[in-house]
C-alpha cells in the first residue's frame, strides 16, 4: 500500500533551517509529481511547494518562493524540502501529499515545524 513517511520537524529559532525528508513506497516513485502542504493551528491546509516526476519543474506558494526549495532523489524514492530564513509563521504540520489516479489521494502522518526563539 502507499506509504508516505514525513521526517525532520523540529524547534527551531528564527532565520533557522529545516530540511524535511519525505520517504514514500508502495507505488512507482518515479512517475508521480509530489507535494508538500502545511497546516498551522485553526488554518485550513496549504499548498506549499510542487515537484514534477523528473524534478524538472518545480512550484512554490508566494510565501515559501525564495526561502523553501523543493528536490527529490527518485533512487530513494525521498522528497525534500529545504527550509531557510523560517519565520514563526511557519510554524505547521507540515505533509507530504501524492495524487495517483483521478480519485486517489494520500497523505503522511505530518511532521511537526516549530519556529520560536
Known amino acids: 500500500q502507499v506509504q508516505l513517511v514525513e521526517s525532520g520537524g523540529g524547534l527551531v529559532q528564527p532565520g533557522g533551517s529545516l530540511r524535511l525528508s519525505c520517504a514514500a513506497s508502495?507505488?512507482?516513485?518515479?512517475?508521480?509529481?509530489m507535494y508538500w502542504y502545511r497546516q498551522a493551528p485553526g488554518k485550513e491546509r496549504e499548498l506549499v511547494a510542487t515537484?514534477?516526476?523528473?524534478?524538472?519543474?518545480?512550484n512554490y506558494a508566494a510565501f515559501a518562493k525564495g526561502r523553501f526549495t523543493i528536490s527529490r532523489d527518485n533512487a530513494k524514492n525521498t522528497v525534500y524540502l529545504q527550509m531557510n530564513s523560517l519565520k514563526p509563521e511557519d510554524t505547521a504540520v507540515y505533509y507530504c501529499h501524492v495524487r495517483i489516479g483521478l480519485l486517489n489521494r494520500y497523505w503522511g502522518q505530518g511532521t511537526q515545524v516549530t519556529v520560536s526563539s
Open positions: 508502495g507505488f512507482t516513485f518515479s512517475t508521480y509529481g
Open positions: 515537484i514534477s516526476s523528473a524534478g524538472s519543474m518545480t
